[in-house]
């Protein structure tokens, strides 16, 4: 290799493909200063930890492939099975198949493609059928290599996701696979890395269908005769027969049985001792299952039979750390309750969807309970004031529950809740008093809800960094006490009936994002407003009755980036808007009582707008430089 001093001085355009090691990075291209100003380094790499150099700053510029476009996708094909851009007219559907089956992945289709350049239509068409059971070996063995990469903990994770959990909610399964110490967080970053697996944004797991199916096919080569030696079992007729047939297996990690109502007895679960998850949704559980499942964690019973008056006895309720009874027609004097109490360890309890429940159960015993779900309840009244005991519930979701009109003051003893969905009731909904005793609280989102006020006590809410009342139409003004939100970044009063913001607005430090678009009655901003050292937004487009000049305060908005006004009946903006340094976009289109406009900041130019009757260009402003 050349001297790193002979580097230095030349330019270069160095390209590191597939790099799977620290050592490549670190005898190739370590440091940008070992090449000439102006060099350029691109490095594809499937594990971005890789790029993480210990004591070293250099900074990476990342780009995702994303999924190619499927036109894209098919002239990539069609150049590997036909050499040129387009199939012929008799290849054009058979193809466009295969592109959507292969789910567009460039390697994928370079494979495939060439594999089937030049064959003929039996070819085709055999092809066309395995693709349809499994991807192509080819692609499955390139992603093999990176599967071989993963440590045993993190083999499980994936394997976990790719039989069960895709499309989930990758809250549940964290909980299990933290009991089994395999660092999931760790183990889910590492897969994100490694383009295995991903996170959507509402808090799902996604994986690819040939990644999916790669874990599937190593879970059925563990015994490709045999379905109750393997590790997982996820097709549900191969479940059913495996526990008809009673041919439990100490491999057996997870078992699905999916929807199944027929009666299950403790012979059909003998000999599952390391059977950590189980999904038997509409089974009938019956007899005495003491010292069996030893192992287990996650119960999914969606739908069970709670009208039977036989039940379970001596289930291994003790150890269980996620309990999914969603979609049953459960109350809270099910018989199931008085033997699922035993739960201490349980950490989420999904009741979402009970339609029968008009009254929580008694919670009292599950002291290390952190999730509690009942959205879809459309017929829970109640919550009973149990709930108050529960020290460790972190979340606790009421969406959709239609006929709740309060909660229980006990509320306000939940220290450890961070997050709270609320009832879209359509009546009025009252907020306690002792709501504000909940200090740990993020968010509190009660858009569109019937509630007309805000307790007083909602300044209690130190660590609330997101307050919106969006569409909350019965709200007409803010407490004082809103002003003791120091830790609240994001204001939503959005097509709600309050008439005036408090003088405590002004107390909000931290406060970036303040929104009160189309409120009727605002008439006017108060001074204070420009105290909000930190506001970078303020919308308060459509507040027709907002008349007469802004504030000259407003001035003191150093970190403001966006202001619009816009269908605002104001007359003027002070002369001290020039200070806004940083202010990039300024809306005040149909502003029609506008009648003068001062020096505007020099990082401002009218992009769009009409001279309304005053001769004033009342259109969109923005920053010069986008």
Same mark, same amino acid.
């Given at each position: 290799?050349?001297?790193?001093?002979?580097?230095?001085?030349?330019?270069?355009?160095?390209?590191?493909?597939?790099?799977?090691?620290?050592?490549?990075?670190?005898n190739?291209?370590?440091?940008?200063?070992?090449?000439?100003?102006? *060099?350029?380094?691109i490095?594809?790499?499937?594990?971005?930890?890789?790029?993480?150099?210990?004591?070293?700053?250099?900074?990476?510029?990342?780009?995702?492939?994303?999924?190619?476009?499927?036109?894209?996708a098919?002239? !990539?094909? *069609?150049?590997?099975?036909?050499? +040129?851009?387009?199939?012929?007219?008799?290849?054009?559907?058979? +193809?466009?198949?295969?592109?959507?089956?292969?789910?567009?992945?460039?390697?994928?289709?370079?494979?495939?493609g060439? *594999?089937?350049?030049?064959?003929?239509?039996? %070819?085709?068409?055999?092809?066309?059928?395995?693709?349809?059971i499994?991807?192509?070996?080819?692609?499955?063995?390139?992603?093999?290599?990176?599967?071989?990469?993963?440590?045993?903990?993190?083999?499980?994770?994936?394997?976990? %996701?790719?039989?069960? #959990?895709?499309?989930?909610?990758?809250?549940?399964?964290l909980?299990?696979?933290?009991?089994?110490?395999?660092?999931?967080?760790?183990? %889910?970053?590492?897969?994100f890395?490694?383009?295995?697996?991903?996170?959507?944004?509402?808090?799902? #797991?996604?994986?690819?269908?040939?990644?999916?199916?790669?874990?599937?096919?190593?879970?059925?080569?563990?015994?490709?005769?045999?379905?109750?030696?393997?590790?997982?079992?996820?097709?549900?007729?191969?479940a059913?027969?495996?526990?008809?047939?009673?041919?439990?297996s100490?491999?057996?990690?997870?078992?699905?049985? $999916?929807?199944?109502?027929?009666?299950?007895?403790?012979?059909?679960?003998?000999?599952?001792? /390391?059977?950590?998850?189980?999904?038997?949704?509409g089974?009938?559980?019956?007899?005495?299952f003491?010292n069996?499942?030893?192992?287990?964690?996650?119960?999914?019973?969606?739908?069970?039979?709670?009208?039977?008056?036989?039940?379970?006895?001596?289930?291994?309720?003790?150890?269980?750390?996620?309990?999914? @009874?969603?979609?049953s027609?459960?109350?809270?004097?099910?018989?199931?309750?008085?033997?699922?109490?035993?739960?201490?360890?349980?950490?989420?309890? /999904?009741?979402?969807?009970?339609?029968?429940?008009?009254?929580?159960?008694?919670?009292?015993?599950?002291?290390?309970?952190?999730?509690?779900?009942?959205?879809?309840?459309?017929?829970?009244?109640?919550?009973?004031?149990?709930?108050?005991?529960?020290?460790? @519930?972190?979340?606790?979701?009421?969406n959709?529950?239609?006929s709740?009109?309060?909660?229980?003051?006990?509320?306000?003893?939940?220290?450890?809740?961070?997050?709270?969905?609320?009832?879209?009731?359509?009546?009025?909904?009252?907020?306690?008093?002792? #709501?504000?005793?909940?200090?740990?609280?993020?968010?509190?989102?009660?858009?569109?809800?019937?509630?007309?006020?805000?307790?007083?006590?909602i300044?209690?809410?130190?660590?609330?960094?997101?307050? *919106?009342?969006?569409?909350?139409?019965?709200?007409?003004?803010?407490?004082?006490?809103? $002003?003791?939100l120091?830790?609240?970044?994001? !204001?939503?009063?959005?097509?709600?009936?309050?008439?005036?913001?408090?003088?405590?607005?002004?107390?909000?430090?931290?406060?970036?994002?303040?929104?009160?678009?189309?409120? =009727?009655?605002?008439?006017?901003l108060?001074?204070?407003?420009?105290?909000?050292?930190?506001?970078?937004?303020?919308?308060?487009?459509?507040?027709?009755?907002?008349?007469?000049?802004?504030?000259?305060?407003?001035?003191?908005?150093?970190?403001?980036?966006?202001? /619009?006004? +816009?269908?605002?009946?104001? =007359?003027g903006?002070?002369?001290?808007?020039?200070?806004?340094?940083?202010?990039?976009?300024?809306?005040?289109?149909?502003?029609?009582?506008?009648?003068? !406009?001062?020096?505007?900041?020099?990082?401002?130019?009218?992009?769009?707008?009409?001279?309304?009757?005053?001769?004033?260009?009342?259109?969109?402003?923005?920053? +010069?430089s986008?």
């Amino acid at each position: 290799m050349m001297e790193r001093g002979v580097l230095r001085n030349k330019k270069f355009l160095i390209v590191l493909d597939n790099v799977d090691e620290k050592k490549q990075l670190r005898n190739l291209a370590e440091k940008g200063d070992w090449f000439g100003s102006g *060099s350029r380094i691109i490095i594809t790499i499937r594990d971005q930890s890789l790029l993480k150099i210990e004591e070293e700053a250099t900074e990476f510029l990342t780009y995702e492939v994303r999924e190619m476009k499927f036109d894209h996708a098919l002239k !990539l094909f *069609s150049r590997h099975a036909f050499r +040129s851009d387009f199939p012929p007219n008799h290849r054009v559907s058979w +193809s466009e198949t295969i592109v959507h089956i292969l789910g567009m992945l460039p390697l994928a289709l370079e494979v495939t493609g060439s *594999s089937l350049n030049g064959k003929s239509q039996k %070819i085709w068409g055999d092809t066309l059928k395995k693709l349809q059971i499994s991807p192509p070996k080819e692609v499955q063995d390139t992603l093999m290599i990176t599967y071989e990469m993963l440590d045993t903990e993190q083999r499980h994770v994936f394997l976990d %996701i790719a039989c069960f #959990f895709v499309n989930m909610d990758k809250t549940y399964p964290l909980y299990m696979w933290d009991d089994c110490e395999y660092s999931p967080h760790n183990a %889910i970053e590492v897969l994100f890395l490694m383009s295995f697996v991903k996170v959507k944004d509402d808090n799902t #797991f996604w994986m690819h269908d040939q990644v999916r199916d790669l874990g599937r096919g190593i879970v059925r080569r563990e015994d490709t005769e045999h379905p109750y030696k393997r590790s997982r079992v996820w097709k549900h007729e191969e479940a059913i027969r495996i526990l008809k047939r009673k041919e439990g297996s100490s491999t057996m990690k997870a078992l699905s049985l $999916g929807h199944h109502e027929d009666k299950l007895t403790r012979d059909e679960f003998d000999n599952y001792p /390391d059977l950590r998850f189980f999904q038997g949704d509409g089974v009938f559980l019956v007899g005495d299952f003491n010292n069996l499942l030893p192992s287990l964690r996650w119960l999914s019973w969606q739908n069970c039979p709670c009208k039977s008056e036989e039940f379970v006895a001596n289930f291994p309720w003790t150890e269980l750390l996620v309990l999914d @009874l969603s979609c049953s027609d459960i109350t809270d004097e099910w018989v199931g309750w008085s033997q699922i109490k035993a739960a201490s360890k349980l950490k989420a309890l /999904d009741l979402s969807k009970c339609k029968n429940l008009t009254r929580t159960p008694d919670l009292s015993t599950f002291k290390s309970l952190e999730r509690l779900n009942l959205e879809g309840c459309h017929n829970l009244i109640e919550i009973d004031p149990s709930i108050g005991k529960l020290q460790c @519930l972190a979340a606790l979701n009421l969406n959709g529950c239609q006929s709740l009109q309060e909660l229980p003051e006990v509320i306000g003893c939940l220290k450890a809740l961070t997050e709270i969905v609320m009832p879209d009731t359509p009546d009025k909904f009252r907020l306690p008093e002792t #709501f504000g005793n909940l200090k740990s609280l993020l968010t509190l989102d009660v858009s569109h809800r019937q509630i007309s006020k805000l307790p007083y006590s909602i300044g209690g809410l130190v660590e609330l960094t997101r307050l *919106s009342l969006y569409q909350c139409t019965k709200i007409k003004e803010l407490p004082e006490s809103v $002003g003791k939100l120091q830790s609240l970044v994001e !204001l939503d009063l959005s097509w709600t009936s309050v008439f005036h913001l408090p003088d405590s607005i002004g107390d909000l430090k931290q406060l970036k994002v303040l929104r009160m678009s189309h409120i =009727s009655g605002m008439t006017k901003l108060p001074s204070v407003i420009g105290k909000v050292e930190k506001l970078e937004e303020l919308d308060a487009r459509g507040c027709r009755n907002l008349t007469g000049e802004i504030p000259e305060e407003i001035g003191g908005l150093s970190c403001l980036r966006i202001l /619009d006004l +816009s269908d605002t009946r104001i =007359s003027g903006l002070p002369t001290t808007v020039s200070r806004l340094s940083n202010l990039q976009t300024l809306n005040l289109e149909l502003c029609l009582e506008l009648k003068k !406009l001062p020096e505007l900041p020099p990082s401002l130019t009218c992009s769009r707008g009409a001279t309304n009757r005053h001769g004033i260009c009342a259109g969109e402003y923005h920053c +010069s430089s986008h």
